[in-house]
């Protein structure tokens, strides 16, 4: 099946400063889901985006899908050490398993 | 509402050995999910149950490990004999609804496996 691509793989940012990790597709996407996992967690759901265009915000994340339904973004505003972790991007196969990105892994210094 | 529960935790076996895992799904969810996390990569599905049946094990290596869900509730994982490529974390899912669907999938803790 298409993957979905990920970038950065490595972000560090001091807190207070912004985040945001990209995940691209090279065909069109019908939904794409984000996860959050902590370090030595277990993947957690986050949101799930289906509408071109589409932007949900839960407190400081925002989310959005591409006009196109080929790439999403997340960005985290003023990160806290709570938002360190690895957030994944994946995309709904047609049985409903999921196809993850690789990652991006968050560090964020006090 | 219980999570989805997994055990062990951890196991360390060394090469050849065999090993099972366990996964109980969240009650009355019918999609079971296996996935394989290596190191720094995302997870990969091994297996994917709907009920006792299986939906997709396209990429399962099943010259050495098989999974089973035989009342359709909770479900095992073997492996053998292992090969130290298949040190990983490894995670089981369950969704509400039938396959396809675009339903949350909820993860397990997971088995952590190093093989020596």
């Known amino acids: 099946g298409q993957q979905v691509m990920q970038i950065p793989q490595y972000q560090h940012v001091q807190e207070g400063e912004d985040f945001t990790t990209y995940c691209n597709s090279s065909t069109t996407l019908s939904n794409i889901q984000w996860y959050k996992q902590r370090p030595g967690g277990h993947p957690v759901f986050l949101i799930q985006?289906?509408?071109?265009?589409e932007v949900k915000k839960q407190k400081r994340l925002t989310f959005q899908f591409g006009e196109a339904k080929k790439n999403s973004s997340l960005h985290i505003t003023a990160t806290q050490t709570t938002d360190v972790g690895t957030y994944f991007c994946a995309r709904v196969g047609n049985t409903g398993k999921l196809i993850f990105g690789q990652g991006t892994t968050l560090q964020v210094k006090p | 509402e219980a999570g989805v529960a997994q055990s062990p935790r951890y196991k360390i076996i060394e090469k050849r050995q065999s090993v099972a895992f366990w996964c109980n799904p969240i009650?009355?969810?019918?999609?079971l999910y296996w996935y394989q996390q290596i190191l720094g990569q995302g997870p990969k599905l091994l297996i994917q149950f709907q009920n006792n049946g299986v939906v997709d094990d396209s990429q399962l290596p099943k010259d050495r490990f098989s999974a089973e869900r035989l009342k359709g509730v909770d479900s095992t994982l073997k492996i053998q004999p292992a090969k130290l490529e298949d040190s990983a974390v490894y995670l089981c899912a369950s969704s509400l609804m039938t396959s396809g669907s675009q339903e949350t999938q909820y993860f397990g803790p997971g088995t952590r496996l190093l093989v020596l």
């Open positions: 009650s009355g969810h019918a999609t």
């Open positions: 985006l289906v509408k071109s265009g």
